[in-house]
Structure formats: structure tokens, C-alpha cells
């Protein structure tokens, strides 16, 4: 899905033999024998890239190592998820298989299609694949269409009109992630606290229900830079049904301006480069193709990096645990960025009218 991987004979995460085997029985035209490659820059579920004898590429995703929260990583519901939303025009990889018999690989896994594309993670990569402004407007005018027509699916039609309970999203998510906190947290953090009894004072009704992604941004689609379109969209495990405007708060939050300071700790978010539509102009282009009004933004985004700062610490510890498949990170950096998500969210929150 990207080039940015790291290969060896010996595979962490991955039992080649069995799943070998499981492939040849259960894939449709693929045969082995398989190279496996550990795609870098997933924090969650682990992603490896599958090359079969043919020279096939296929992806294979499985939960993280050792002990993980029992509702996060759901292999079954990852893979329904994308084979509802690829009945969409909403342009995901295709799913080819499941495999939830453990004494395969340890753990369940699926396997998808290969799309390619790049991942626009940094500005480097983006001066590096749209060097003028007007591909990053085309981009972003692509990339507020797929989420805007990602809310106008009807989940039933699709088959995912029993992936969640649809009403009380934000009562949901922020007892989900106040849990998650509770359970992950590495030390205290006041601010965390602070922000969540506000938000919860100030929620407002649900107007407008679908399937929310949870975690739509650049960095976790593929990018066409020869359409300056959206490839695939990518990364469906925070995926619900609920308040779909919770996705625009988030996409807000990561659609950072030129110049703009970020509370991302060291990471430099890839529109910072510019060309790339505004905010504003985001949020009335998305308003426009949906229908939907979009009111108390500046709830959805205090909302969102209160989140981002839960979900980011439940990274931190499983890093700090050893149970991702990677020991490089830097988890200096990811405390610094829970921190300023935390400080965020608070002046977000405090500034509501």
C-alpha cells in the first residue's frame, strides 16, 4: 500500500507456514510461496504487505501483540466494515478473506486487496507527490467528497445497520474513551479531566447519523497523485455508527494551516505545506454535497482531541508494554502530543458561546 516498510525472514507477528497455507486454501488465485514485509506507521492493528509467487501484492491485518483492549481490535468487524463500505462509491481496499481461527497465526486476521497509492503522512511526501497548489486543491476537494458521500450511506443498505447503536454517539464515545483513559493512562493529567466534564455539560442533539469512520485523515488514506484523488480509504477500527459531524471535527482538527501551531508534539501535519483548501471552505463544501448543517464545530473538534489524547495514550502504553511490532518510537514525543491534545481540547471547549 506504501513503500515504506521493513522486511526480514523472520516476521514478528507472523506465522508464515500455517498462514501460507490458509492463503493457498483460501484466496482466490493466490499461491505461494509468500514474502511478508511489516508495513511501518500503523499504531494500532498491525498491517503487513503479502507478496505471493506470482508477484501478487495482497495486505494482511491482525490485532497487536500480546494483551490489548478486547473491544479495539476486532478483526470480524474490521473486515465487515470494509466489505459494507466498499458496496459505496467510498474507495476502499477490497475485502478477500477472514481467517478467525486462531491456531492459524495466534490471533485473527484478514486479507485485502493491494491499492496503490501514497500515503500522505508529512510535508515532505506531499511537496514530493503535488508539488503545485492546484493538485492540493484537487485533492482536497476529493477528499471532503468521499466523507461527505461516506455520510450519506444508508447503513442499512449496505449491511452495517447493526454494527452500532446509532443515538447518543458523543454519550458513547466519551464514556468509551474515559474508560479507555482509565485503563491505559500512564500518569495524571488534570486537564484530561477538565475537558471531559466539560464536553460532557455541552453536548449537543445528534442531528445527523450514519457510519463514522473515526479516524479520517491524510494519513490514514491513499492518495492518487496522478488524479490528486483519494486511492483508499484506510484504517476502519475506530469505525461506528453515529454523529457523523464527529469526522468533520476530526478532519478539522488534522487540516492544519500554513504557520498555524498544531498540538501534534513533534509530528508536522502534511497540509501545513498549503495549497490545500481551508478549513472554511472544507466544511461548505461537505455542507453543500450532503444537505447537512454544520453547527458547534468547535465542539466536534475540542471533542475529538480529547479523544485523539485517550487513544494516543493507549498507544504510548502498548508501546511502552513492547507489544507493538516496532521499538524505534519515540514515546517522549507521543506524551508531549497527548499533553497538547489535552490543552487543546480545554481551550476549545472553554471558548464555546
Given at each position: 500500500?506504501t513503500?515504506?516498510?521493513?522486511?526480514?525472514?523472520?516476521?514478528?507477528?507472523?506465522?508464515?507456514?500455517?498462514?501460507?497455507?490458509?492463503?493457498?486454501?483460501?484466496i482466490?488465485?493466490?499461491?505461494?510461496?509468500?514474502?511478508?514485509?511489516?508495513?511501518?506507521?500503523?499504531h494500532?492493528?498491525?498491517?503487513y504487505?503479502?507478496t505471493?509467487?506470482?508477484?501478487?501484492?495482497?495486505?494482511?491485518?491482525?490485532?497487536?501483540?500480546?494483551?490489548?483492549?478486547?473491544?479495539?481490535?476486532?478483526?470480524?468487524?474490521?473486515?465487515?466494515?470494509?466489505?459494507?463500505?466498499?458496496?459505496?462509491?467510498?474507495?476502499?481496499?477490497?475485502?478477500?478473506?477472514?481467517c478467525?481461527?486462531?491456531?492459524?497465526?495466534?490471533?485473527?486476521?484478514?486479507?485485502m486487496?493491494?491499492?496503490?497509492?501514497?500515503?500522505?503522512?508529512?510535508?515532505?511526501?506531499?511537496?514530493?507527490?503535488?508539488?503545485?497548489?492546484?493538485?492540493?486543491a484537487t485533492?482536497?476537494?476529493?477528499?471532503v467528497?468521499?466523507?461527505?458521500?461516506?455520510?450519506?450511506?444508508?447503513?442499512?443498505?449496505?449491511?452495517?445497520?447493526?454494527?452500532?447503536?446509532?443515538?447518543?454517539?458523543?454519550?458513547?464515545?466519551?464514556?468509551?474513551?474515559k474508560?479507555?483513559?482509565?485503563?491505559?493512562?500512564?500518569?495524571?493529567?488534570p486537564?484530561?479531566?477538565?475537558?471531559?466534564?466539560?464536553?460532557l455539560?455541552?453536548?449537543?442533539?445528534?442531528?445527523?447519523?450514519?457510519?463514522?469512520?473515526?479516524?479520517?485523515r491524510?494519513?490514514?488514506?491513499?492518495?492518487d497523485?496522478?488524479?490528486?484523488a483519494v486511492?483508499?480509504?484506510?484504517?476502519?477500527?475506530?469505525?461506528?455508527?453515529g454523529?457523523?459531524?464527529?469526522?468533520?471535527?476530526?478532519?478539522?482538527?488534522?487540516?492544519?494551516?500554513?504557520?498555524?501551531?498544531?498540538?501534534?508534539?513533534?509530528?508536522?501535519?502534511?497540509?501545513?505545506?498549503?495549497?490545500?483548501?481551508?478549513?472554511?471552505?472544507l466544511?461548505?463544501?461537505?455542507?453543500?454535497?450532503?444537505?447537512f448543517?454544520?453547527?458547534?464545530?468547535?465542539y466536534y473538534?475540542a471533542?475529538?482531541?480529547?479523544?485523539?489524547?485517550a487513544?494516543?495514550?493507549?498507544?504510548?502504553?502498548?508501546?511502552?508494554?513492547?507489544?507493538?511490532?516496532?521499538?524505534?518510537?519515540?514515546?517522549?514525543?507521543?506524551?508531549?502530543?497527548?499533553?497538547?491534545?489535552?490543552?487543546?481540547?480545554l481551550?476549545?471547549?472553554?471558548?464555546?458561546?
Amino acid at each position: 500500500m506504501t513503500d515504506r516498510t521493513e522486511a526480514s525472514n523472520a516476521v514478528i507477528g507472523i506465522e508464515q507456514e500455517p498462514v501460507s497455507a490458509w492463503l493457498d486454501a483460501n484466496i482466490e488465485g493466490a499461491r505461494g510461496p509468500y514474502t511478508f514485509e511489516f508495513i511501518t506507521g500503523g499504531h494500532s492493528n498491525l498491517t503487513y504487505k503479502v507478496t505471493d509467487a506470482a508477484g501478487r501484492r495482497l495486505v494482511l491485518r491482525r490485532p497487536p501483540l500480546g494483551h490489548v483492549l478486547a473491544t479495539a481490535h476486532d478483526m470480524a468487524r474490521e473486515y465487515r466494515i470494509i466489505t459494507g463500505v466498499g458496496r459505496t462509491s467510498v474507495p476502499v481496499p477490497p475485502a478477500l478473506g477472514l481467517c478467525e481461527d486462531e491456531s492459524v497465526n495466534s490471533a485473527p486476521f484478514y486479507i485485502m486487496g493491494y491499492v496503490d497509492g501514497v500515503v500522505l503522512a508529512e510535508p515532505e511526501t506531499v511537496l514530493a507527490n503535488l508539488p503545485d497548489d492546484s493538485q492540493r486543491a484537487t485533492l482536497s476537494t476529493s477528499v471532503v467528497t468521499v466523507l461527505a458521500d461516506l455520510h450519506l450511506a444508508d447503513p442499512d443498505t449496505i449491511g452495517l445497520g447493526e454494527l452500532g447503536r446509532r443515538e447518543a454517539y458523543l454519550d458513547r464515545q466519551l464514556r468509551r474513551w474515559k474508560t479507555q483513559w482509565e485503563d491505559s493512562k500512564t500518569r495524571e493529567l488534570p486537564t484530561m479531566d477538565q475537558a471531559y466534564d466539560l464536553l460532557l455539560a455541552a453536548k449537543p442533539e445528534q442531528r445527523y447519523t450514519g457510519v463514522v469512520h473515526g479516524d479520517y485523515r491524510l494519513g490514514n488514506m491513499l492518495a492518487d497523485p496522478a488524479h490528486c484523488a483519494v486511492a483508499a480509504v484506510l484504517d476502519w477500527e475506530l469505525c461506528t455508527l453515529g454523529d457523523v459531524l464527529a469526522d468533520v471535527g476530526y478532519l478539522l482538527n488534522n487540516w492544519v494551516q500554513p504557520g498555524e501551531p498544531s498540538p501534534r508534539g513533534a509530528t508536522q501535519p502534511p497540509t501545513e505545506v498549503g495549497g490545500f483548501s481551508t478549513r472554511e471552505a472544507l466544511v461548505e463544501a461537505y455542507s453543500e454535497r450532503t444537505g447537512f448543517e454544520v453547527a458547534n464545530v468547535d465542539y466536534y473538534r475540542a471533542f475529538q482531541n480529547w479523544r485523539l489524547a485517550a487513544i494516543v495514550e493507549g498507544v504510548m502504553a502498548r508501546y511502552l508494554k513492547g507489544v507493538m511490532a516496532d521499538d524505534s518510537v519515540d514515546t517522549d514525543a507521543y506524551k508531549v502530543q497527548i499533553e497538547q491534545l489535552a490543552d487543546e481540547a480545554l481551550r476549545l471547549v472553554r471558548g464555546l458561546g
